[in-house]
């Protein structure tokens, strides 16, 4: 199997709050709306993340590694996003990673290091 591009999605019964939310923790708006039930931003090459109207879905849980994994907590604490500091990962010698969710239940895990 070759994957060209990979799609992280998480559902909304607020599709709206749900949008604005994700907006707030990328940092900008959706790079395209390609359908009314969908919001889309390009996280990097080949990486794409989808906001999706679908309230009967489940709760989703995603992993973001970033680069700075403390600025990121600092700007999104400034955002009134409640991000708990950051825990080593066992097993890894420089693996950090912040645990919370977001307003629907789905589970966001913001990692830095390896």
């Known amino acids: 199997m070759k994957i060209t591009d990979?799609?992280?999605s998480v559902t909304a019964r607020d599709f709206d709050a749900q949008t604005a939310w994700w907006s707030t923790l990328i940092g900008r708006d959706p790079d395209r709306n390609p359908v009314p039930s969908c919001q889309e931003w390009d996280l990097?090459?080949?990486?794409?993340?989808?906001?999706?109207?679908?309230?009967?879905?489940?709760?989703?849980n995603i992993s973001l590694r970033v680069e700075n994994l403390m600025g990121e907590i600092g700007r999104l604490r400034e955002a009134d996003i409640?991000?708990?500091?950051?825990?080593?990962?066992?097993g890894f010698k420089t693996l950090h990673w912040s645990a919370f969710t977001d307003p629907e239940g789905n589970k966001v895990n913001l990692l830095e290091g390896g």
């Open 6 to 8: 990979i799609f992280l």
């Open 44 to 60: 990097a090459p080949s990486v794409r993340f989808q906001v999706l109207d679908s309230p009967s879905n489940g709760p989703t």
């Open 82 to 90: 409640e991000v708990p500091d950051p825990q080593k990962v066992e």
